[in-house]
C-alpha cells in the first residue's frame, strides 16, 4: 500500500460474496436470470407482485446461513482492524458476510437482507425470518406492511451524502468485484478522481468502468484483496 494513502474507500460488489457462494446478478447463473429486473428490484413489482418479490428476497435471506466469509471479506476486515486512517467500506451487497468477517466501518448503500423496512412508519429492524408470513413491524406494531429493505431500482439508495464526503477526502478509491452497471455506485470512480484519489480496480473480467481506474488488476477477489491488503 502507498505510504502516502491515509483515506481509503473500498466499493464492493456482488463479485466479492460469488466465492462464498452467493450468485453475482449478471453473470452466468446470476440471480437476475430467472426474473426480469424490472419483475423482481421495482417498487412497482412489489405493488404488482408482492408474493413474488418477497419470496424472492426470502429465499435469499434463507441462503445466507449456508454461506460464510471468504479471504476477501477477511482481509478487508483486517484492514478495518488495522488502519490508523480513515477507511469507509461502501458495499452494495445486501449479504452480511462483511460483518461477518468483523467489518465495522461498512454501510450497505442498497440496503440489506438480514433488516426490514415498514412501508407504514418507516421503520428499519433487523430481521432474520420469512416475510412471506406477513411478520408485524417490530418498530411500530402494525402488520401487512413489512417489505425487505432493499433498495429497488428508482429509489434513494442509503447514505449518499456520507459515501459521497468520504470520496471527497479519500486518496485512495479500490472497487472490488463490481460491473459498473449501477448508479450512483458506478460513477463514485470519476467522483474519487475528480477529488485527486488514485483508484483501483480488483475484478474478475474488466468492468464497464475500468478505463476509468488508475490501475486494474484482473483475478478472483479471494486472491486479489488479500494480496492488496497485506
Ligand atoms: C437511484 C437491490 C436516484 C439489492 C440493486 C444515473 C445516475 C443515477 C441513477 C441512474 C442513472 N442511470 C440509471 C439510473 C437508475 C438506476 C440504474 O443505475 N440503472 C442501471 C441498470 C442503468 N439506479 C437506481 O435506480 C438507483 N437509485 O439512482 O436513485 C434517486 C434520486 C432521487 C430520488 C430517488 C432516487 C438504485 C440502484 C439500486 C438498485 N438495487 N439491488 C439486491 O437485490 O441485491 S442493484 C444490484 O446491482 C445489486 O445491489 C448489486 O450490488 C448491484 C450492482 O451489481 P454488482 O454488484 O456489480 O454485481 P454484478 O453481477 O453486476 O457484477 C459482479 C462483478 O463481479 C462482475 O464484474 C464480475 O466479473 C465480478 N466477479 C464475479 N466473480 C468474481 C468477481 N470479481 C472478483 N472475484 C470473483 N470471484
Known sequence: MPTAVRNIVVLTGAGISAESGLDTFRGPGGLWEG????????????????????DFYDQRR???????PNAAHEALARLDREW????????????????????KRLLHMHGELMSALCEGCGGRASFGGAMLDGPDCAVCGESG???????????????????????AEADLFVSIGTSGAVYPAAGYVQ??????????????????????????????????????VD
Open 35 to 54: 426474473h426480469r429486473v424490472e419483475d423482481i428490484c421495482t417498487p412497482e413489482a412489489l405493488a404488482r407482485n408482492r408474493p413474488l418479490v418477497l
Open 62 to 68: 434463507a441462503a445466507l446461513g449456508g454461506v460464510k
Open 84 to 103: 490508523a486512517g480513515d477507511l469507509l467500506i461502501v458495499t452494495q451487497n445486501v449479504d452480511d458476510l462483511h460483518e461477518r468477517a468483523g467489518a
Open 145 to 167: 406492511g413489512v417489505r425487505p429493505d432493499i433498495v429497488f431500482f428508482g429509489e434513494m439508495p442509503y447514505e449518499m451524502d456520507r459515501i459521497e464526503a468520504a470520496l
Open 191 to 228: 467522483m474519487a478522481r475528480h477529488f485527486g484519489a488514485e483508484t483501483l480496480e480488483l475484478n474478475l473480467e474488466p468492468s464497464a468502468g475500468s478505463y476509468n481506474f488508475d490501475e486494474s488488476r484482473m483475478g478472483p477477489a479471494s486472491v486479489l484483496v488479500p494480496a492488496w
